[in-house]
């Protein structure tokens, strides 16, 4: 069911208004849907319910086999460009948008208890950049990975942008975010994982890790890099390079890794 919008004031959409000012404060328990990769990702996952639709008027045919697939009673709103862009705010290129809920999300020990005997995990800290939140996803996605914990000092991956960048990846892998990176760490242990810490000083060669069991590998910001009581308390791993230069971009990394363990 098509609903046209020709007033960007309209009350119906107003939790799309303005969506980069609101991608800096928030929007309750909602996230926003960016382009058709992304929507269609989110509409076959599942994961996460989409509360509604705003499409650009010419976008509405090209993409009417995403469209059926929409759940019944879900408003789909139709706009011109320039309505649209009135109401997102700016130039809204891809013409497609969806209003994302959030949910209760899931706990990191349910996320946990719920992996399999050979579970991969990833687990972030300090990740404050989205492109690299979004490429660590996209990277995690493509090799199979049982979940990703997040701690509380990383952005949100489910920020509009980190979602574009993931290619729809953060809407299908499983994640919990809470608290310090220690904490999440004393959960990955306690759950019979074996916990790897990268570091471009790594005490070992990521050539010379097997993957086994149930196994997590931690990733840091770039430039601080884990901290020291996690590389400390864990066994670290390095990928080696070309000598007198220190270290790769924290979403390369992890592909290079994740490739490396994936199962």
Known sequence: MLLPIDDPFDPRIEPYRDIRERD????????????????????????????????????????????????????????SRGVLDG???????????????????????????????????????????????????????AFGLDGVLIDGASCD?????????SAGAVLMTPFAQSGDI???CDALLAAGFEVLATSPSGKERLADIEPVGRQAVLFGAEGPGLPERILRRLRTIRIDMRGGFDSLNVATTSGIVLHHLAR
């Open 24 to 79: 800096l404060k928030g929007r309750g328990g909602r996230f926003v849907i960016e382009g058709e990769v992304v929507l269609r990702t989110a509409l076959l996952s599942g994961r996460f319910a989409v509360e509604s639709l705003l499409i650009a008027e010419n976008r509405i045919e090209p993409i009417a086999d995403l469209l059926a697939k929409v759940p019944a009673g879900t408003p789909v709103y139709s706009a």
């Open 87 to 141: 109401i997102a705010g700016f130039p809204m290129h891809r013409g497609i948008l969806a209003m994302g809920l959030r949910g209760e999300g899931l706990a990191v020990e349910r996320l946990l208890a719920d992996a399999p005997p050979h579970a991969l995990f990833v687990g972030l800290s300090a990740i404050a950049n989205h492109d690299n939140m979004g490429g660590i996803f996209r990277n995690a996605a």
């Open 157 to 165: 991956p489910l920020y509009r942008k980190a979602i574009r960048v």
């Open 182 to 184: 220690g904490d999440l």
